[in-house]
């Protein structure tokens, strides 16, 4: 089941059990980070980014073959952050596709708190601390999915 995100009507949530995963190009699995003090940790692409340039994110990115979802992203937060995550302290939040990509990339979205301290740096883009979701929500080039993965984490008050 798809369904349109009626607040980003560039969005649309889609049911990960009631599709195929074959329906979807790309498999994406991407995360809201909560530091270890409590900061809500982005990352801003450089300007020389292609079709992201200068956009804020969240942390995450392709799903490799071979890989479940939830590999992928651990991978790719040690990868991006050095951070080391255990399965168990990720909540799934939801997964959404985009008009920018005509729908065909599938994005798995995470929230994980950072309680143990284990982020070492930003490795790819350069990192943003935020006290609050409308502080991160303020940014100019703010991705729809990372803005819609911040209000679904405040809704569900982890953030």
């Known amino acids: 089941m798809v369904e349109l995100i009626e607040s980003f ?4 949530l889609v049911d990960t059990k009631q599709i195929r995963e074959s329906q979807y190009i790309h498999h994406l699995s991407d995360c809201v980070i909560l530091t270890k003090d ?3 940790l982005m990352q801003q692409r450089p300007e020389n980014w ?13 799903v490799e ?5 939830v590999q992928g992203l651990i991978r790719e937060l040690h990868e991006e952050l050095g951070a080391v ?10 997964a959404i596709s985009e008009d920018w990509t005509n729908h065909t990339e599938l994005v798995h979205v995470y929230f994980w708190h950072d309680t143990h301290g284990t982020i070492t740096g930003c490795y790819e883009a350069e990192a943003r601390e935020y006290n609050t979701v409308e502080e991160a929500l303020a940014h100019p080039k703010i ?9 679904e984490c405040r809704a569900l008050k982890y953030i």
């Not at 073959?65 to 979802?69: L, M, N, Q, S």
């Not at 995550?85 to 939801?94: C, N, S």
């Open 50 to 62: 292609g079709k992201s340039a200068g956009n804020l994110n969240i942390f995450g990115g392709h």
């Open 38 to 40: 409590g900061k809500i």
């Open 9 to 12: 009507p560039s969005l649309k």
């Open 65 to 69: 073959d071979g890989e479940t979802v």
């Open 143 to 151: 991705m729809d999915y990372a803005a819609w993965a911040l209000e």
């Open 85 to 94: 995550v255990r399965q168990d302290d990720l909540v799934f939040i939801g």
